[in-house]
């Protein structure tokens, strides 16, 4: 049984059969012509869903149709397939296989519609497609992003049977949400089938176990993991048999308190100090001792329960490949980030698959703390990508998907739509500009082509850069969108949008700010993220509770922190903006983000050497340090591998109290990269000499993160090295620096940004431009023949992003990268 059902959850695929269907009459003059028909014995949930299908039929009909009971031979029936045994529909799947429980036919014949499912989740799916082909849509959570078509003669001719390609397509809150939003989005979900078919369960477990089993634990202090001497981890020593059986009995006796649960999860505690005794370390790696573990309990539940399974991530320090073999009945969930060992995501899950696990996969669409649903920032704000991703990780092995999200659905929605798409069906990956078209259609009528020019500007996949000249052309997408309809609805929907606009433009004066300045505009954010949290543009309450953490240098009063209830919180005002303020909004939005007077281009960060351009064939004799402070990052290209790389860190230029240079070597294999070696320095000012060891070819990126203490890099090897600049990754240099730089052949303009002072000159050694050492846009028109060339930035300050051309700087040209497309385009 448990070789069968694993090789059913790994090769199930969407089953989607059409066939030559009868035509049915539902509806016709106002008129309904049939009623909705349940059976006797329906489920609650059942229930309501006919209720829903009759109610959204009546309003896309403008008619009343009535929910009966009835044997299923006509009317539009809804049920399971037990709830109607008349009618023998041979679609019935074996109640045993777990990955047909979302299994659905909708089949229109002479006297009605079968609308059945094989559980009530699958009756739910069922019905919502049904109205899905009638045109019904709920692109986001609130009302105002629902859509409902008006078509008085409702005929249907279908014949399909459905179950999805993710039996698990999770898409939730980080953080959470308000508790007012919570009903907003377990309806999108039930609508958009992001649900599941086994429920698979992978959170954090130990700390959960030890908790559980508090007085056992207290007993026997050996049962946890030994940490420079001491019995005092989270995590277990797992070598220990009576450990191991105390959590077997404790997984068991989970099953008997809870009979209908899928899954447990056997995901460790989060972080390190895995047990240190020798007997642990005999299991293998830290993979082999997590796996042994969830191995051991698999064995138990399945032998006393049958079809129960184990849930761990593949993360962190157990993310690489075990040595021994999984267990049928464990499902291993691959994280997209924070994963060890110099892997990338493809490898684990072709490294976990060989040793027998059936694959799911953790994804992050949106992290508050990482993007602030700034455009272009989370993952699912890049539409096409996140759709290819889901049908790249199915085509890989992968049926089960949970991904961290956000209350975010301004830059975010669209992406989380189809999304939902495509983890029902991986084919619609191949729709997605169709289901765009089909957003932009419904939701904003005449003002679509400006709205899609909107989407277009936030769309990850098109690179947007957080400038001034971004929040210029949203304010004026909308503007215009505005102007081409008055239907009150779109209305509404572009409003969302320009307040999501606003919040864009409020953040990036607070990221700007410092001093009293940073405190007001800190407070403007959260004052304004409370008033639009019932539009759902950004996940207000992570930003209301985390921001404020991170950044010190700000408070926010106790009367004013995050869980303090309205009408007691001075700063929580949700009273809706009227029109007369999103007017001004958009006015001043013009007003105060001007358009720079060319085009940002976007590039690719996959740098290669730049050698095929021919700009140098002379290896440098001497290079300058680099003097700096903050986190700066260096990207460096491995001809060979395995390589080393020798460094000279000086640390503590400034100050000596603020802890060790850390130094992380990632390799740019993978989309959520890890660092494959690391070292720390002393803050002393004196010389360390360092070696970063590597496996892998091609470029890499060096972080190095001092906390503003001040330090000073030297790289003791000859080997392509640049500095990338954006508006996100500014570095921070001491002093003066002095960079090249290359113009790509049939460049007009250099345009740019910049913060301090300096020269940019030309290939022919002619003074162009002088920065005026205030912040402020830049443009340099390029004469005849200086394109395809290196030009120059001398004796500058601050911060340089060009804009025009890669903003990639080297110390001289044998050293400059650049993204791989200008490379290959130029060699020509």
């Not at 994804?363 to 649903?373: I, L, P, Q, S, T």
Request: glycine fraction near 6%; aromatic fraction near 12%.
């Amino acid at each position: 049984m448990q070789k069968r059902l694993l090789v059913l959850i790994l090769v199930a695929m969407t089953v989607n059969f059409l066939h030559a269907g009868e035509k049915f009459q539902i509806a016709k003059g106002k008129a309904a012509l049939t009623d909705i028909v349940i059976s006797e014995s329906a489920t609650e949930r059942t229930k309501q869903a006919a209720k829903d299908l009759a109610d959204y039929l009546g309003k896309i009909a403008n008619c009343q149709f009535k929910v009966v009971s009835g044997d299923g031979k006509k009317g539009i029936v809804v049920g399971r397939f037990e709830d109607f045994p008349l009618l023998q529909l041979k679609e019935k799947p074996d109640p045993k296989d777990m990955t047909k429980r979302e299994l659905y036919v909708l089949r229109s014949h002479k006297n009605g519609i079968y609308v059945i499912g094989a559980t009530d989740t699958a009756v739910e799916d069922a019905v919502w497609d049904l109205l899905y082909l009638f045109g019904y849509r709920q692109f986001f959570p609130s009302a105002k992003w629902e859509y409902v078509p008006s078509q008085e003669d409702l005929s249907i001719n279908v014949d399909k049977v459905e179950s999805p390609d993710y039996y698990a397509r999770r898409i939730w809150y980080g953080y959470g949400t308000w508790d007012e939003l919570k009903p907003l989005y377990n309806n999108w979900c039930k609508k958009n089938r992001a649900v599941v078919s086994i429920a698979l369960n992978t959170g954090h477990a130990y700390d959960h176990i030890i908790s559980k089993n508090k007085t056992e634990f207290e007993k026997h202090p050996e049962y946890l993991g030994l940490v420079g001497g001491e019995r005092k981890s989270s995590k277990f020593c797992i070598s220990n048999p009576d450990l191991r059986k105390l959590v077997v009995e404790y997984a068991i006796k989970y099953f008997e308190q809870n009979p209908d649960a899928d899954s447990i999860s056997m995901e460790p505690s989060d972080g390190g100090n895995w047990c240190e005794c020798e007997n642990c370390a005999k299991i293998g790696s830290i993979s082999d001792r997590a796996l042994t573990l969830a191995n051991e309990v698999a064995e138990a539940i399945s032998k006393k329960f049958g079809n129960k399974y184990v849930g761990m991530y593949a993360y962190n320090l157990h993310s690489p490949p075990p040595n021994i073999k999984v267990h049928p009945n464990v499902i291993i969930s691959v994280a997209t980030a924070f994963i060890r060992g110099g892997y990338t995501v493809d490898q684990l899950i072709d490294g976990w698959a060989k040793k027998g696990a059936t694959i799911g996969i953790r994804e992050y669409y949106g992290v508050n703390v990482w993007d602030r649903d700034l455009p272009g920032s989370p993952k699912a704000s890049g539409v096409k990508s996140l759709a290819n991703s889901i049908a790249d990780f199915h085509k890989k092995g992968a049926r089960f998907l949970s991904a961290e999200s956000s209350d975010n659905w301004g830059p975010n929605g669209l992406g989380y739509y189809i999304a939902a798409r495509v983890l029902w069906d991986v084919d619609e990956a191949k729709r997605v500009d169709e289901l765009k078209k089909d957003f932009f259609e419904k939701m904003f009528g005449p003002a679509k082509d400006k709205m899609e020019e909107f989407y277009n500007l936030i769309d990850k996949d098109n690179k947007p850069l957080l400038t001034e000249d971004l929040i210029g052309r949203m304010y004026r997408a909308l503007a215009e969108a505005k102007k081409k309809t008055t239907d009150p609805a779109i209305q509404a929907r572009i409003n969302d949008l320009v307040l999501y606009t606003r919040y864009v433009e409020l953040f990036k004066k607070y990221s700007a700010s410092s001093g009293d300045a940073r405190q007001k505009a800190f407070e403007d954010v959260i004052k304004f993220a409370y008033r639009i949290k019932n539009t759902g543009m950004i996940h207000s309450l992570a930003l209301y509770r985390d921001l404020p953490t991170r950044d010190r240098s700000v408070k926010v009063p106790d009367e004013a922190k995050w869980n303090v209830p309205e009408g007691k919180n001075p700063w929580k005002i949700t009273q809706p903006f009227s029109e007369d303020e999103i007017k001004k909004i958009i006015e001043d939005g013009i007003a105060n983000n001007k358009l720079v007077d060319f085009k940002p281009v976007s590039f690719s960060t996959k740098l290669v050497p730049a050698t095929k351009l021919n700009l140098s064939q002379t290896v440098p004799e001497d290079t300058p340090s680099f003097t700096t402070r903050g986190k700066n990052t260096y990207y460096i290209w491995v001809e060979k591998a395995p390589a080393e790389i020798k460094l000279k860190i000086t640390g503590g230029l400034i100050y000596g109290d603020r802890g060790d240079v850390n130094i992380l070597l990632y390799p740019a294999q993978q989309e959520f990269s890890t660092f494959v070696d690391s070292a720390n320095v002393v803050p002393d000012k004196q010389e360390h000499t360092i070696t970063l060891k590597t496996k892998y070819q091609g470029l890499h990126w060096i972080e190095v993160s001092d906390r503003m203490a001040g330090t000073k890099v030297d790289f003791l090897d000859k080997l392509p090295l640049t500095i990338f600049t954006s508006f996100e990754n500014q570095p921070y240099f001491t002093g003066r620096w002095s960079f090249v730089f290359y113009v790509p052949k049939g460049t007009r303009l250099v345009g740019g940004y910049a913060t301090g002072q300096g020269t940019v000159i030309s290939a022919s050694g002619k003074k162009l431009y002088s920065f005026p050492g205030t912040q402020a846009y830049f443009s340099i028109p390029v004469e005849q023949g200086e394109d395809g060339k290196i030009w120059k930035i001398q004796q500058a300050t601050g911060v340089c992003v060009l804009m025009t051309v890669p903003s990639c700087f080297a110390r001289n040209p044998w050293e400059l990268m650049l993204p791989e497309e200008v490379v290959n385009k130029d060699s020509k």
